[in-house]
Every structure is written in structure tokens, then in C-alpha cells.
Nanobody
């Protein structure tokens, strides 16, 4: 059973930065996709970025590409989402998620993910 603990949220002004760590435990090996999603009040949960644990391959939503960076540490049990050049529309609850993936494909659909963190709030003021 994989457990995820995400944190690092806060309140920043537009243009500011945050780094959100997600600490994973209980993984059997490195064949996992790790992802970040976000959900603003009254909105659907939106995929933000993914990284394949085994080889570090990353993909990003168009809305954040070039501003956000997903990475993992050497031990591959912590995934970070670096948020730069934040905008008010980035305000949301951010969730870390994980799913097994043997072929390296990382889904962008939330219902494909089995494991979730509790969420961390990011608020960006103009």
C-alpha cells in the first residue's frame, strides 16, 4: 500500500514561487507514475504534471509548461513540484497521486490513480 504525504503550499503574490514535496512510502519498486493534480473551488480536478519513477520522464499540462517543474530525489521516494511565475489562476488545492505503470505511460486522468495525498493549498494573490 503506497502512502503519500504532500505539503509545501502557502500564500504568495503573483510572480512568486513555491515548492511542493510529496513523500511516498510503501512502493514495491520504481514502476510508478507520480503526478500532481489541482482543484480550484467549483472546478474539476485538473492534471498538472507527471513523472515516471523509473526513468524520470516528465510530462506537463500546457497551462503550466515552462513555469512548473516536476522532479524526484535520488532515492526516488520524494517527488517535488516547483511552481514558478505563479498566477492567480494557479490558486487551487494541489494533490500528489501515484499509480503503478509497467510500460512507462503516465495517465493524465485522475481516475487512473490509486493513491492520493491529502492535498496542500496554494493561494496566489494579484
Amino acid at each position: 500500500q503506497v502512502q503519500l504525504v504532500d505539503s509545501g503550499g502557502g500564500s504568495v503574490q503573483a510572480g512568486g514561487s513555491l515548492r511542493l514535496p510529496c513523500i511516498a512510502s510503501g512502493a514495491r519498486d520504481t514502476r510508478y507514475c507520480m503526478a500532481w493534480f489541482r482543484q480550484a473551488p467549483g472546478q474539476q480536478r485538473e492534471w498538472v504534471a507527471s513523472i515516471y519513477n523509473s526513468d524520470g520522464a516528465t510530462i506537463y499540462a500546457v497551462s503550466v509548461e515552462g513555469r512548473f517543474t516536476i522532479s524526484q530525489d535520488g532515492a526516488k521516494n520524494t517527488v517535488h513540484l516547483r511552481l514558478n511565475s505563479l498566477k492567480p489562476e494557479d490558486t487551487a488545492m494541489y494533490y500528489c497521486a501515484a499509480r503503478r505503470s509497467f510500460g512507462g505511460y503516465c495517465s493524465t486522468w485522475q481516475y487512473d490513480y490509486n493513491y492520493w495525498g491529502q492535498g496542500t493549498q496554494v493561494t496566489v494573490s494579484s
